[in-house]
């Protein structure tokens, strides 16, 4: 079957619906899948819940989506950088789920790994626990957190081949390996698709089984903050 | 007289020991890279993928894709090593990761943390910090004592929602150092030209010993 398509708007072509819930990999502005947000917002798709640690910011990222109002809901564990972000939730017009950094990865690794829930003692006896079950093991307390099935996972990668197989750089990689896993179709954006055969086998980050249609565009790559060090003088 | 926010870096990076691996929150803890004491090999997790974690690139040699938790161009070293999202918070949640360096909004004497969120005002988020209080092994939390208003931040029980109960091992403030123990918190230092009666009047929390 072939993975390979041109554009972000083909890849995403029938994977779209009103109310779906969409894993989206990044964090920050570093790795997140730029092209295939920009397709859904030209889609013009409303009532999304997005599953993803960051909003990005005002406008870039999952950012650009909070703009048009097509996301009802996140699921993320920091907004911190988004002040429209912060305005349409303290106002009521956007629903955010706070889920520990942590949790959200793991429910999201689970739910690739066929795994409905699971115990932690992440948030234990905050308000991240309430309503949820609270099983003691060995002494200790844990609350049981559910896995994350999304209906699309959004993913940026450095490099595939042909058959999907994937390789992130340095902290690229961040949430775009479990969001992969968790969704009923996964979508990925690379900057270079590969021949088959030319990727070491030893060295793929997430195998093609995981991927189900890549594309590869230009990418801006935004720098969120820019830190630097001076060169001492010789 | 008190410490000032690199002083107060420096005295946290005297809790590291050699062969350690350690996470650094935003904000002061960030500064306590600075301060690594003279044949202390310690390495940097940043909770984002990345163990081995270097200084800021030089201008011109900034990587998005190389960043740290606070969303900052930084570097590799030659031990560096990359991995995902959930490897990183298996590896803190599985109790790999020997101390944690958190900023604190509130701080109980019982060693609950509040950082996260003040509601109706600031909604940030907890990102890594509810797992890494979880998880490490150890927690320092790094803050200034008291608020603009002079209030301590330092209490009998937090107001604030909580990242974690029973969490924190040590405070270091402004003013000095206290470690929670039994029955309330126990002074280990005062900072410089700082006396014991100032340090015990901006605390609200019991202080025991």
Same mark, same amino acid.
């Given at each position: 079957?072939?993975?390979?398509?041109?554009?972000?708007?083909?890849?995403?072509?029938?994977?779209?619906?009103?109310?779906?819930?969409?894993?989206?990999?990044?964090?920050?502005?570093?790795?997140?899948?730029?092209?295939?947000?920009?397709?859904?917002?030209?889609?013009?798709?409303?009532?999304?819940?997005?599953?993803?640690?960051?909003?990005?910011?005002?406008?870039?990222?999952?950012?650009?989506?909070?703009?048009?109002?097509?996301?009802?809901?996140?699921?993320?564990?920091?907004?911190?950088?988004?002040?429209?972000?912060?305005?349409?939730?303290?106002?009521?017009?956007?629903?955010?789920?706070?889920?520990?950094?942590?949790?959200?990865?793991?429910?999201?690794?689970?739910?690739?790994?066929?795994?409905?829930?699971?115990?932690?003692?992440?948030?234990?006896?905050?308000?991240?626990?309430?309503?949820?079950?609270?099983?003691?093991?060995?002494?200790?307390?844990?609350?049981?957190?559910?896995?994350?099935?999304?209906?699309?996972?959004?993913?940026?990668?450095?490099?595939?081949?042909?058959?999907?197989?994937?390789?992130?750089?340095?902290?690229?990689?961040?949430?775009?390996?479990?969001?992969?896993?968790?969704?009923?179709?996964?979508?990925?954006?690379?900057?270079?698709?590969?021949?088959?055969?030319?990727?070491?086998?030893?060295?793929?980050?997430?195998?093609?089984?995981?991927?189900?249609?890549?594309?590869?565009?230009?990418?801006?790559?935004?720098?969120?903050?820019?830190?630097?060090?001076?060169?001492?003088?010789? | 007289?008190?410490?000032?926010?690199?002083?107060?870096?420096?005295?946290?990076?005297?809790?590291?020991?050699?062969?350690?691996?350690?996470?650094?929150?935003?904000?002061?803890?960030?500064?306590?890279?600075?301060?690594?004491?003279?044949?202390?090999?310690?390495?940097?997790?940043?909770?984002?993928?990345?163990?081995?974690?270097?200084?800021?690139?030089?201008?011109?040699?900034?990587?998005?894709?190389?960043?740290?938790?606070?969303?900052?161009?930084?570097?590799?070293?030659?031990?560096?090593?990359?991995?995902?999202?959930?490897?990183?918070?298996?590896?803190?949640?599985?109790?790999?990761?020997?101390?944690?360096? *958190? =900023?604190?909004?509130? %701080?109980? +004497?019982? @060693?609950?943390?509040?950082?996260?969120?003040?509601? &109706?005002?600031?909604?940030?988020?907890?990102?890594?910090?509810?797992?890494?209080?979880?998880?490490?092994?150890?927690?320092?939390?790094?803050?200034?004592?008291?608020?603009?208003?002079?209030?301590?931040?330092?209490?009998?029980?937090?107001?604030?929602?909580?990242?974690?109960?029973?969490?924190?091992?040590?405070?270091?403030?402004? *003013? =000095?150092?206290?470690? %929670?123990? +039994?029955? @309330?918190?126990?002074?280990?230092?005062?900072?410089? &030209?700082?006396?014991?009666?100032?340090?015990?009047?901006?605390?609200?929390?019991?202080?025991?010993?």
């Amino acid at each position: 079957m072939k993975k390979v398509y041109a554009n972000a708007a083909e890849a995403l072509d029938g994977l779209l619906f009103d109310g779906m819930l969409i894993a989206a990999g990044g964090f920050g502005l570093c790795g997140i899948p730029e092209l295939l947000i920009a397709a859904i917002r030209d889609a013009g798709t409303k009532d999304l819940t997005v599953a993803s640690n960051n909003a990005g910011v005002d406008d870039f990222g999952l950012g650009v989506l909070l703009q048009t109002r097509q996301v009802k809901k996140m699921i993320s564990s920091y907004v911190g950088e988004n002040a429209e972000f912060m305005r349409q939730y303290l106002s009521g017009e956007l629903e955010l789920e706070f889920n520990p950094q942590g949790t959200l990865a793991e429910r999201m690794r689970a739910a690739g790994a066929g795994i409905p829930g699971f115990y932690t003692k992440t948030g234990v006896g905050t308000v991240i626990a309430d309503g949820k079950e609270v099983k003691n093991f060995n002494g200790q307390d844990y609350i049981l957190e559910t896995g994350l099935f999304a209906d699309l996972a959004i993913v940026k990668a450095w490099k595939a081949d042909e058959t999907g197989n994937l390789v992130f750089r340095k902290t690229a990689r961040n949430f775009n390996h479990p969001a992969a896993t968790c969704g009923k179709v996964c979508v990925v954006e690379v900057e270079e698709i590969v021949p088959t055969g030319s990727l070491d086998p030893d060295n793929i980050h997430l195998p093609g089984i995981y991927v189900h249609r890549i594309i590869q565009g230009q990418h801006e790559k935004r720098i969120e903050q820019r830190t630097v060090r001076q060169r001492e003088e010789a | 007289m008190a410490w000032d926010r690199n002083q107060m870096a420096a005295r946290a990076a005297q809790e590291l020991q050699d062969g350690w691996y350690v996470n650094l929150g935003i904000g002061i803890p960030t500064l306590v890279s600075n301060y690594i004491p003279e044949g202390v090999h310690v390495t940097l997790q940043s909770e984002n993928g990345m163990l081995g974690m270097g200084p800021f690139p030089f201008a011109g040699e900034e990587d998005p894709d190389l960043i740290n938790a606070g969303k900052q161009t930084i570097t590799e070293l030659p031990q560096t090593a990359y991995f995902d999202s959930a490897t990183s918070f298996a590896m803190i949640r599985g109790g790999k990761i020997a101390m944690a360096i *958190l =900023g604190g909004m509130e %701080v109980s +004497e019982n @060693g609950d943390l509040a950082n996260w969120m003040v509601p &109706g005002k600031l909604v940030k988020g907890m990102g890594g910090a509810m797992d890494l209080v979880a998880g490490v092994g150890r927690v320092v939390v790094v803050m200034d004592h008291t608020n603009k208003h002079g209030d301590s931040k330092v209490l009998k029980e937090c107001t604030l929602p909580l990242t974690g109960k029973s969490v924190v091992d040590r405070i270091i403030t402004n *003013l =000095g150092v206290l470690d %929670v123990v +039994e029955g @309330g918190l126990k002074i280990v230092e005062c900072a410089d &030209g700082v006396t014991e009666d100032e340090l015990r009047a901006a605390t609200e929390a019991t202080i025991v010993g």
